[in-house]
């Protein structure tokens, strides 16, 4: 009876650790309209480094999202918006995942709420455009290592790596 339980319990352990796909390889799915556009914190967070920072998400309609939180500097992340399951999810480059509910016009996201602004703070503007009704991401959406990389030996001679 009791290696059962046991057994029970790893099973139920081992499929929660079941990992999610990289960033390159999630499907990215359209912005519900509920959830597209500049949404911000309006207060104090508990997620958020300090009180007086400030975090916002912004979604275009093709689902790139841009996380962008400030306080004393400026993070600015890259993510795209993907479903699991019922759950709609925004995954960033570096591969996090945080949920994401809307209602009552109120976002729940990473722990925090977020109401709809009318458009991003100065400081994440810098990393935006805002063209034909969307926001367009000013890297241009690249996300990929570049394909040679060079360095300096310790000779001083440089020397380029290219990628197999």
């Keep these: 009876m009791i290696k059962n339980i046991v057994t029970g319990l790893a099973v139920i352990t081992l499929i929660g650790c079941a990992g999610y796909a990289d960033y390159s390889s999630v499907a990215q799915t359209p912005a519900p309209a509920d959830v597209a556009g500049v949404w911000m914190s309006d207060g104090p967070q508990k997620r958020l480094a300090s009180p007086e920072a400030i975090a916002s998400l912004i979604v275009n309609r093709a689902g790139d999202t841009l996380d962008c939180r400030q306080w004393q500097s400026t993070i600015a992340r890259r993510g795209k918006l993907t479903w699991r399951g019922e759950q709609l999810y925004n995954v960033n480059v570096k591969n996090e995942y945080r949920d994401i509910t809307v209602a009552n016009g109120v976002m729940s996201y990473d722990g925090m709420k977020l109401r709809r602004a009318a458009k991003p703070t100065v400081e994440c ?4 455009v805002y063209a034909n009704g969307d926001y367009v991401f000013a890297d241009g959406g ?3 290592p570049p394909a040679v990389k060079s360095h300096k030996k310790a000779s001083g001679v440089q020397r380029k790596d290219k990628k197999n």
């Design 125 to 128: 503007q810098a990393h935006v």
């Design 142 to 144: 690249s996300v990929q």
